[in-house]
């Protein structure tokens, strides 16, 4: 079983990136998705989640208009859509994928099973 991310990489601020996640092991269609990220020093945080069935979604504020999470069920592959990069977009961005996830659960560090190693985002101003 294995989430690994690729697509990082340096960009100027306003630029864009997609994030992919190619899972193996396992079949994405019944997982609840997320992709995280974290800054040196600080905790991981949840930015783009969404259910098995993309009945319930979740975005921080931050990235709101601007990040897109989406999956390829086809391809067991997740995506992280990120346009208008800001500088303080800048963390290493992890995928994440959950069997049994609620609401509240998917938003959470421990709420996913299974997790992808991080991917460097580095927006430069």
């Known amino acids: 079983v294995q989430l690994q991310a690729f697509g990082g990489g340096l960009v100027q601020t306003g630029g864009s990136l997609r994030l992919s996640c190619a899972a193996s092991?396992?079949?994405?269609?019944?997982?609840?998705i997320g992709w995280f990220r974290q800054i040196p020093g600080k905790e991981r945080e949840g930015v783009s989640c969404?259910?098995?069935?993309?009945?319930?979604?979740y975005q921080i504020d931050s990235v709101k208009g601007r990040f897109t999470i989406s999956r390829d069920n086809a391809k067991n592959t997740l995506y992280l859509q990120m346009n208008d990069l800001k500088p303080e977009d800048t963390a290493v961005y992890y995928c994440?994928?959950?069997?049994?996830?609620?609401?509240?659960?998917?938003?959470?560090?421990?709420?996913?099973?299974?997790w992808g190693k991080g991917t460097q985002v580095t927006v430069s101003s």
């Open positions: 994440a994928a959950a069997q049994w996830a609620t609401t509240e659960t998917m938003t959470r560090n421990d709420g996913y099973d299974y």
């Open positions: 092991g396992f079949t994405l269609d019944s997982y609840a």
């Open positions: 969404i259910s098995s069935n993309g009945g319930s979604t």
